[in-house]
């Protein structure tokens, strides 16, 4: 440092005053130009290469990007542009509630839903009903409410006279948050509910008939009566178009699936997936049909209230624990677990029922614990389908940094994050490279963005957040120039910051 410092002076020596202070202008002038820009100086200029190289890439022309690249342990920032300016973050939004309901509950913490009998039971047979006091968890799928029913059974119970009682006060009665209108069937519009099950969607198979012109075969999963299966969809030479239906049944009893149109003869079967309209019914009829799997006659009736205050409590079933949700969460970018989490930290820190506004203001509360919560942030819901929410970049990054580093449950948060070429969102993608990075990807209309962790060529961690609002260039080759900045971040050499006295 003293010898740099001794040349610096030996060379400004040789300038006039004047020149010296037109010098002076000029590089504060360029440091104000720095700032207002939003860039700042990279320890390695190839970083900087790498930022120019994006901006003007074709696929992101006129388009907002912001950028904050900073090391895990330390937190310096080597690379920033707009890196505190709130954009839309798509699906990087569940970073958040992924880090928050972490923090809060710890990753072995398993949701409970209390199982309650109303009536008498004698000789195997309850009179009354069997409750089901929802509690929103978002990890009761079929296998889990097989499970469900199994306990019932094992408890002496082999007829439930007086049918299922189904209580989902713990959640308030908002199946969609007001900024996803209009919502669709489609399974990312899956609605959230303190009941609920296979996170509020099911499947639907397509196959052609075994000849031409004869019926397409249409399948359900779960095959439960909740559904009705309409079908005209023919088998064709050369096929056509598909066109499915799903609407609610005139009784309000469960759905009407009606598939219209063709399909080729020498077609794979096709997949389909969608949302339910009537959650609590759906897995109310879900637990049904195991129910009487194991054995256990049901009656017909099915209430939804309160639990009764004389209901006496047959057990707690256990779902599984955070730190499982919150990887399929990440890694699959699952909207109903978001949502459902989010309202369960706003109900468990400000009291049932969970609501959205509840939720946000916790996912707020997290930010400002971590001292993460920039000016503009706005948080209107949990998995970023809100074209209201404005997170920055560098919120982003500070997330990812103080989750990593809390020992607690930084290894579960870490581990929830697609890998690059191998899983999750990013399974199709980088896989021609042998850079192991571990992202959260995000998409919306003219929106995209990734968020994660890599290391650079000496291997220490570098966290990144990359946002970008407006692209113009397909969805495809946006995502190429995003990889290919992080990309460069991991083949980067940042030179060691030098020792001062």
Known sequence: MEGRARRGKAWTSGLGSRAVAVLARALGLLALWLSLSGVARAEDPGLELALDRLVRSPALRGARIGVAVERLESGQRLLARAAD??????????LLIAAAALSHWGPSHCFE??????????????????????????????????????????????????????????????????????????????????????????RIDVAPGARVGEPAAVRLAPAIPYFRTLSNALTLRGGGK?????????????????????????????TFWRAVALPERYAAALLRAQLEAQGVRVGTRVRFAPAPAEARELFQFAGEPIALQVRLLDKYSNNFVAEQLTKLLGADL??????????????????????????????????????????????????????????????????????????????????????????????????????????????????????????????LDVDLAIDGFVASLGAASPAPVAARD
Request: no cysteine; hydrophobic share 40%.
């Open 85 to 94: 300016a709130p954009l839309v973050p798509a699906s990087n939004q569940k």
């Open 113 to 202: 839903t209390p199982i309650l009998v109303e009536g008498e039971l004698t000789d195997g047979v309850l009179e009354g009903a069997l409750w089901v006091v929802g509690r929103g968890d978002p990890s009761l799928v079929s296998e889990s409410l097989w499970k469900l029913a199994e306990e019932v059974r094992l408890r002496g119970i082999r007829e439930i006279r007086g049918g299922l009682g189904i209580d989902t006060t713990h959640f308030d009665g908002a199946y969609f948050h007001p900024d996803w209108e209009p919502v669709s069937s489609r399974a990312y519009f899956a609605p959230t509910s303190a009941w609920s099950a296979n996170y509020s969607s099911f």
């Open 242 to 270: 598909l066109s499915l239906d799903v609407d609610v049944l005139p009784d309000g009893s469960g759905e009407s699936v009606r598939v219209t149109g063709s399909v080729s003869a020498d077609r794979a079967p096709v």
């Open 350 to 475: 400000y009291g049932a029922p969970g609501s959205w506004e509840k939720g946000v203001r916790a996912l707020g509360e997290h930010l400002r614990s971590i001292g993460a919560f920039h000016a503009g942030t706005v948080i209107a819901d949990g998995s970023g389908l809100s074209p209201r929410d404005r997170v920055a970049p560098a919120t982003l990054a500070a997330v990812i940094r103080a989750s990593a580093r809390n020992f607690t449950y930084g290894p579960e948060f870490l581990a929830s994050l697609p890998i690059g070429g191998r899983d999750g969102t990013l399974e199709t993608r980088m896989e021609d490279l042998t850079l192991p990075v571990r992202a959260k990807t995000g998409h919306l209309q003219r929106v995209a963005s990734l968020s994660g962790v890599v290391p650079d060529a000496a291997g220490e961690l570098i966290v990144f957040s990359l946002l970008v609002n407006g692209a113009r260039g397909s969805s």
